[in-house]
């Protein structure tokens, strides 16, 4: 067992260093997914119609500037990096269910219907602009 465990160990972590990577990363998108998932109705509700921006900087600013400014997820030129509105919404979502049930994810998937259509068109838009439109 230990063996296996060491060769699929070798598989998916070429060197220490990458595994260290991993983990990091993990650790920041679990950091972004619950600082949002906790502070955002505490910190949104007194603030009625400028929730969201007051929110938005209190506590995205901040979570971004550990996540992506200070190295806690790597990024670089070679991989692809999963930006932390992901990991912000599967925690949201995860919230979700566990407190109120499958009804939730169900009720969710016209939005992520929209969200998936917009980042296909922003990853579709921002490989034309790479190009500089030529085709």
């Known amino acids: 067992m230990e063996k296996e465990l060491l060769f699929i160990y070798s598989l998916i972590f070429k060197e220490k260093r990458n595994a260290i990577l991993y983990l990091r990363a993990i650790f920041a998108y679990a950091f972004a997914g619950l600082m949002v998932g906790f502070l955002w109705s505490r910190l949104a509700s007194p603030f009625a119609s400028f929730a969201g921006a007051i929110a938005a900087l209190l506590i995205i600013a901040p979570v971004w ?44 998937l016209p939005t992520f219907l929209c969200l998936s259509l ?7 838009l921002y490989a034309k602009i790479e190009k500089g439109g030529r085709k």
Request: glycine share 16%; net charge positive; hydrophobic share 50%.
């Open 118 to 124: 917009g980042a296909g068109f922003a990853g579709w």
């Open 65 to 108: 500037y550990v996540c992506h400014y200070r190295g806690g997820i790597p990024q670089n030129k070679n991989r692809v990096a999963i930006d932390m509105g992901t990991a912000i919404a599967t925690a949201v979502l995860i919230k979700g269910v566990l407190a109120h049930g499958f009804s939730q994810l169900f009720l969710a």
